[in-house]
């Protein structure tokens, strides 16, 4: 089971971008990864398209390890275990400091 979920806001712990917090994009969980805005900027080589006419390279987010991300409580205003309540549509994220309930993100 997950910590993260699409939307959710999370914080970097590890790596370059550690401190650093986002939007979860995507999430891979075949692969174990994570897609988060404005997180793991990659130059990335294009081919001219009409959006971009004179190709070249534009920055683009790069995914990280799941386990490098942190769920952020919206209480707690910091990066934080979780753990899970309920089953089923029940199921809830709680956090381990001050017990919130961390709502799913909208979709
Ligand atoms: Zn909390």
Aim: with cysteine.
């Amino acid at each position: 089971m997950l910590d993260v979920k699409r939307n959710d806001t999370v914080l970097v712990i590890s790596g370059d971008d550690k401190g650093k917090r986002g939007r979860v994009l995507r999430i891979f969980p075949e692969r174990g990864r994570v897609l988060v805005e404005g997180v793991n900027y990659i130059w990335r080589h294009v081919r001219p398209s009409q959006k971009n006419p004179q190709g070249g390279r534009v920055q683009k987010e790069s995914t990280l390890a799941i386990s490098n991300v942190m769920l952020v409580c919206s209480e707690c205003n910091a990066g934080r275990k979780v753990t899970h309540s309920g089953t089923g549509r029940e199921r809830v994220r709680v956090c381990r400091q001050c017990g919130h309930v961390i709502a799913a993100p909208g979709r």
